[in-house]
């Protein structure tokens, strides 16, 4: 009796342990690596006016060699030929590098900050920056709208307390530097979070014994402290560096006619030009230059690990 | 066989001598955080090249009178004096001091030689002196091969070696040990005491250390300072200490010992000749050889080291006073020791402590057996605190 429990118990054990992980590759399976190779092979076809757009149309097995024979490159020759797109992956990348160099600036200090505080005040801290989820993301673009347009808050507020005459505005809307705003806004926490968790888990004791050692305060905060801390900003800086760079709603409603983000390119390829072949080269090539920071990201992860 | 033995001990005692300079005062140090008072109008002083524990329990202020010398703590009211020096308000990265920390606090992203070197560096002094340094810190707590290892790759005696050197590298003119073999299986740690003494001598570097292992302080100290509750109850060497504690709570705190609560009979003091106290306890009469300040009606504790304590079945000649009879309650085996836990006949408790000399498995006194405890005149202690 004893001896069926011992070997009935490791194989059902190993049975639901391997559906746990079985579930979520599944479920990746068919909503994002399926997806994708539809992608992929619509960025392969040819523009038609037809429903679906774009020709040819999987149809059947049998139709494998011809089906094949159709796809081309063209759609990718396209991008390299037309000046746009290149400026449109650069310029996304730009703007997401000075973004996320921005989260850094204003996010590490908060973290730190947050890290330190005394420990009865931590969960409200992050409470705090959790908050601005309980509202809607595109709500909390449009009400930057509201603040940043010419005859926005900002204007009403720099007038109220005299700093700007009164036939002045503020001219931030429609500029890139609105986009910066909003993407600092929006992905603050996102920053802030995994740097919290890196900078709380910290010993300071390891500070103390710097000091002890005859390193003065600022000088261990950049030997100690902080390479310490550069999971949390290597996963931060992942975290929004990513997003950022496809980024469309932030650019399309705070970003003026020149900001030029790959995103909003994608937009209009695919709903305003009704190309979905080409909008779709345009997604596969972003997927492949975000993997390579994806792929430092886990490199880092590993070494930590 | 043991390893080599390290240089032989000479006397060490300049705190006999009054023209003796303290090397580090605290000065009627407290420290109160909130309402709490940590430290309570302590002075104390420390000579240069002593070996120094504050022992106590849990909560007594001695981490935080050792923080306040390392600078990471300020205290309250009163000064701290190094070699004669105000040192308040000097930050813990400008104080002469080092401190091996009870976690070791190695950083966990430097290799052991980078953990080392980390204080030179702070002091800018060139590559080469450096690395001559660290080779040399490496050698003497025996790392050299683990030069190039993270924290996390080495085991919990190794990282200790590590914490050591790191602290040692400076050298510093105190070093401050915060329960440094804490961490340490008992042999590991017995190793390391001799080796630590070794190392105090040497370099003849200062030593404090805080602990709540009085076996650790014992082995390891010139002098102890036993505390309480912030303040300190006695200070005196290993051997004062244990043989002659000042009270009721050191007596207790270091050591087995058997405590009697009493009132004083009588007290003579001959010229020539060593005091004598006469203590009446419920009808046993105890008797010290002691001055003792103490006198007739007093109520005090007399004490005796369990391993002070005769235990036999045979009836002594003289059972008038330092003898007393019951029956064989427990006995504890630790080995090198037997204690018998003995139930005298009015209901109290002793012990008494006999070393197993003989191979003998079957002890020649057991359980439920009626035994005589005596003890000489010289044995016991009249405590008054």
């Known amino acids: ?20 992980v079985f579930l979520p590759y599944l479920w990746l399976l068919l909503f994002f690596v399926a997806p994708f190779f539809i992608i992929l092979k619509i960025s392969f076809s040819d523009t038609a006016i037809a429903l679906p757009p774009y020709v040819p149309v999987f149809e059947g097995i049998g139709a494998i060699g011809d089906f094949l024979s159709q796809l081309d490159f063209e759609n990718y020759v396209f991008l390299t030929d037309d000046p746009l797109y290149v400026q449109a992956y650069l310029s996304s990348l730009r703007i997401a590098a000075f973004s996320t ?139 929004c560096f990513i997003p950022i760079t496809g980024e469309f709603v932030i650019p399309d409603l705070l970003g003026g006619a020149d900001t030029l983000m790959i995103g909003k390119t994608l937009w209009t390829e695919f709903f305003g030009n009704r190309d979905w072949p080409l909008a779709s080269a345009v997604a596969v090539i972003l997927l492949v230059l975000l993997v390579v920071p994806i792929m430092i990201f886990q490199n880092q992860q590993k070494k930590v690990a | 066989m043991a390893k080599s033995l390290g240089p032989i001990k ?111 560096e702070q002091d800018k002094l060139s590559k080469g002196e450096i690395s001559a340094r660290v080779e040399e810190m490496l050698k003497l707590v025996k790392l050299e091969t683990f030069a190039k290892r993270k924290p996390n790759q080495l085991s919990g005696g190794q990282r200790q070696r590590v914490a050591l050197a790191r ?41 404090l250390i805080v602990t709540h292992d009085q076996e650790e302080a014992m082995t390891v100290s010139d002098r102890i300072a036993v505390m309480d509750k912030g303040v300190i109850m006695q200070v ?47 009808g046993i009469r105890l008797a010290a050889e002691q001055e003792c300040p103490a006198v007739s009606g007093d109520k005090v504790a007399f004490a005796v080291r369990p391993e002070k304590v005769r235990i036999s079945p045979d009836q002594p000649a003289d059972t008038s006073v330092n003898a007393v009879h019951g029956e064989v309650w427990d006995i504890g085996y630790l080995g090198d020791f037997s204690v018998f836990i003995v139930k005298l006949d009015d209901g109290r408790v ?17 359980f439920g057996d009626m035994v005589w405890l005596t003890w000489p005149r010289d044995a016991g202690l009249v405590l008054t605190r």
């Open chain 1, 101 to 239: 160099l921005f989260l850094l600036l204003i996010g590490y200090p908060m973290a730190l900050a947050m890290a330190r505080a005394p420990t009865s005040i931590r969960p409200t801290l992050v409470m705090m920056v959790i908050l601005p989820f309980w509202t809607s993301f595109l709500i909390r673009v449009y009400a930057w709208i509201g603040i940043l347009k010419p005859d926005g808050l900002l204007t009403l507020l720099l007038h109220a307390v005299g700093l700007m005459g009164p036939e002045d505005q503020v001219q931030i809307f429609r500029t890139d530097t609105a986009v910066f705003i909003g993407m600092v806004y929006s992905y603050l926490p996102f920053m802030v979070l995994p740097l919290y968790a890196a900078l709380e888990k910290m010993d300071n004791t390891l500070l103390e014994a710097a000091n002890d050692l005859g390193c003065p305060p600022w000088k261990a905060f950049w030997k100690i402290t902080f390479p310490l801390s550069l999971p949390g900003v290597i996963a931060g800086s992942m975290i």
């Open chain 2, 236 to 282: 005196a060497t290993p051997a004062e200490i244990y043989e002659a504690p000042n009270s009721r709570y050191v007596a207790d705190f270091i050591g087995d010992i058997n405590i009697i609560e009493g009132t004083i009979a009588s007290t003579q003091s001959a010229l020539g000749a060593p005091g004598e106290v006469l203590i009446e306890s419920d």
């Open chain 2, 167 to 207: 602290s040692l590298a400076k050298r510093p003119k105190v070093l401050l040990l915060d329960e440094p073999l804490g961490a340490l299986d008992k042999k590991l740690r017995e190793e390391t005491q001799f080796e630590l003494m070794d190392i105090q001598t040497n370099l003849g570097l200062t030593f």
């Open chain 2, 350 to 366: 002793m012990r008494a402590a006999q070393a197993n000399v003989s191979r003998l498995v079957d002890r020649p006194i057991t």
């Open chain 2, 10 to 120: 000479r006397k060490f005692s300049p705190w006999t001598d009054p023209a003796a300079v303290p090397f580090i005062r605290f000065e009627n140090i407290t420290k109160r955080f909130g309402t709490f008072t940590a430290v309570d109008n302590l002075t104390l002083d420390i000579y240069e090249r002593e070996f120094f524990s504050l022992l106590g329990p849990s909560g007594c202020g001695k981490t935080t009178l050792m923080r306040m010398l390392a600078g990471f703590d300020e205290p309250t009211e009163g000064r701290i004096l190094l070699q004669g020096k105000d040192i308040s308000g000097v930050p813990p990265y400008r104080r002469p001091t080092n401190m091996m920390f009870q976690s070791y606090a190695l950083f966990p992203h430097m290799t052991v030689e980078k953990n080392i070197a980390f204080g030179l």
């Open chain 1, 1 to 20: 009796m004893a001896a069926v429990d011992e070997q009935v118990a490791p194989n059902s054990r190993s049975t639901s342990r391997w559906l746990v």
